[in-house]
């Protein structure tokens, strides 16, 4: 069963700017492919239980997060994701959008890898090093 590469109802944090919501998750179809994103989604398109709905969202992965430190690099983007997302194409949404990026880019780079949900254990098994020393351990399949 494959799992979809962006799953919004898997957060570590939310933080709701007026009529901008910022979702720090993961992007990736399993826990080894996966790396952090700040997701942006429009406040009025998300759903009681936490999806957002007609809009899709705009990212910013963490291997990219260098780049939005740069305040040409960050303004550009953020202009693209107010049109992306629906917003009135104005100079004072593109800087609301900045700062909600900037803002949370420190975030972004001190969020945890990827929980790992709806796993079990698959085996325990005990690891003998060249030393001697053993080590038990436990083997997990994502479901």
Known sequence: MSRPV????????????????????????SIEDSEPV??????????????AMRAKPC??????????????????????????????????RTNKIAEAIHGSLLDLIKMPPRPVLGSFVGADATITDGMGRQRSVELITEV
Not at 38 to 51: A, S
Request: proline share 3%; with cysteine.
């Open 6 to 29: 962006l799953d919004l109802t898997i957060r570590h944090f939310t933080r709701e700017l007026g009529d901008l919501t910022i979702i720090g998750t993961w992007y990736g179809a």
């Open 59 to 92: 990212c910013v992965a963490l291997s990219s997060a260098h780049l939005y430190d740069e305040p040409h690099y960050l303004l550009a983007r953020a202009m693209e994701f107010g049109q992306a997302l629906g917003f009135e194409d104005s100079m004072t």
């Open 38 to 51: 700040l997701c942006l989604v429009p406040t009025y398109r998300i759903l009681f239980d936490g999806v």
